[in-house]
């Protein structure tokens, strides 16, 4: 029975793998410290149904605390590091923070885990930064500019858990995440902060002219991708569907399904926000197995589904 450690396992897309090695007969133990950055309701909600299962121990506490983090066994297989400080546009506003977290968080983290089998660390395509039309699909040899801290504070993690795992022997892969979205979404993050302003009767913002493009990837192809890579693979890994659509038909998607004429409001683009991301996920289908099946429509739906399930209670 394999034994994982999952951090900020109370978040959007740690809760879904949690929940996913859990039906899998894993052994987890989750790490999350209920980041102020959006409502402790919302975590603890993500919580509620992963605290039932007796092989899930939650503890709460900081990656950037060793005294919280000798509180998990160190008999460990996998590390799952998924905890950070997301968000693009709020990292320009609170960038040391971002770093604090997510970079000198993951320095702590690490050397608490040196006799581990594998680590898999959750990164972002904020990573790539502004790309070049001619460079799309971007596949995992691009080159790394990011144009926001979050991304910069993510590249340099990146490079930390690379030069930890050679010294250490430990095996990594690096997995960069496509805008995901889904079910327990934060509520800055675009479909669940315009399906409640819909169901709320108020304007959808949508950002320069909507015709920004998005890789969108539903929370069960990622988490899917998360727990192959834990048995495959070593390395960078990009995790999207090589699929991006404009902005404008996400929301015209969300129009359709919901029945409901949308009130748009066209706002300046802030700074951080790239025209376009679009996955190359070729290394990815062809080493770890990852093959995204989730339908846009159906994914979109089950957004919906949760939004209006927990509107009146998170």
Sequence with gaps: MSIAVVTGCAGFIASHLVEELLKNN????????????????????????????KNFTFIEGSILSKSDLNKIPKNIDYLFHYAAIAGVR????????????????????????IKIKKIIFASTSSIYGEVSSNDFPVSETHSLNP??????SKKLAEEFCQQFVIKNQIELVILRFYTVFGPRQRPDEAFTKFIRLIL?????????????MRDFTYVSDIVNGSILASTKGSGVYNLGTNNPITVNQMVSTIEKL??????????????????KTHADISKAQKELGYSPNMLFEDAVQNCIEWCKETQNII
């Design 26 to 53: 894993w052994i987890v133990y989750g790490i999350d410290n209920f980041h102020p950055y959006y409502d402790k309701k919302l975590k603890e909600f993500n919580l509620k149904n992963l605290k039932k299962s």
């Design 90 to 113: 709020n990292s320009i506003l609170n960038p040391d923070e971002y770093f604090k977290i997510n970079l000198d968080g993951t320095k702590i983290l690490l050397q608490n885990f």
């Design 147 to 152: 144009i926001s801290p979050y991304g910069e």
């Design 200 to 212: 709320d009767k108020k304007p959808v913002p949508i950002y320069g002219d909507g015709n920004k």
């Design 258 to 275: 919901m029945g409901e004429e949308i009130q748009k409001k066209y706002v300046k683009s802030p700074i951080g926000d790239v025209q």
